[in-house]
């Protein structure tokens, strides 16, 4: 079975880590990923990062989309910011609220998304392929999923051409936000995030902080195996390709990986799903 891939990186803070996530992407590349995307820190706090290493990615003869957030910035410091981005080659953009700091006040001169790629658009037309983020469990800040729905709709119809959710391990929740985006009258593809698991602790620190649910079956299995790191890993292939391979069977139109700058873990599932490079 054919699908699209993308795969999502971090800015390395070292430059071991550096020379550690272009060995990791030399390998992903194999899979003829769509794009990859790198992150962007609370505040642009990783923005220099974010630059550099979409920098690479597209020297290196791949597509690349850079995060970026807007959430205490001013329309000036954007538009400075996405011409830069332009010059360096970027066509694609990750378009997201974001974060601040802690211990900064909201500031700024966009309040959620939707702001933003209203501006992209005003500001740039077309020159960049902006995809929004999609929660299918509910952003953890909303009031209500029905609010969290009418949020997504409104950054679609800002000018979005696609959406990439928030990783998930029930595939119910994304099938169900998709036809409920459908009924909104949302027509762009919403690809599901896809997190492989590979540590027990790290996986439940994320999703506590994100919002994103843990089975309770999966928690607790996770949590049996301990310190059994070939285990955890074991079960979590298992998990994540027969989530994946039920997302593509009904239909899921690409897969976006987040890698945790590690390419092995997403090997093993595209191994698994037959969608490993030759």
Known sequence: MACPLSFEFFPPKT????????????????????????????????????????????????????HFSCIGATRQRVRAQLAELQRLGVRRLVALRGDLPSG????????YARDLVAFIRAEFGAAFHIEVAAYPEMHP????????????????????????????????AYLRFVDEARAAGVTVPIVPGIMPITNATQLMRFSDACGAEIPRWIRLRLQGYGDDTASIRAFGLDVVSALCDRLLRAG????????????EPTLAILDRLGLAPA
Do not use: W
């Not at 769509?34 to 962007?40: D, G, H, K, L, N």
């Not at 920098?55 to 690349?64: F, K, N, R, T």
């Not at 709709?153 to 998930?168: E, L, R, S, W």
């Not at 899921?252 to 390419?263: D, S």
């Open 252 to 263: 899921a139109p690409a897969l976006h990986f987040y890698t945790m700058n590690q390419a």
């Open 141 to 172: 800040q909303a009031r209500s999923p029905q609010a969290d729905l009418q949020a997504f709709a409104a950054k679609v119809a800002a000018g979005a051409d696609g959406a990439i959710t928030q990783y998930f391990f029930n595939a119910d």
């Open 15 to 66: 430059p071991e880590g550096a020379a550690k996530l272009r060995a990791a992407r030399q390998r992903l590349y194999a899979a003829r990923p769509q794009f990859c995307s790198v992150t962007y820190g609370a505040g642009g706090s990783t923005q220099e990062g974010t630059f550099t290493t979409v920098a690479e990615i597209l020297a290196e003869g791949v597509d690349a989309a850079a």
């Open 104 to 111: 900064y006040g909201l500031g700024g001169e966009f309040t």
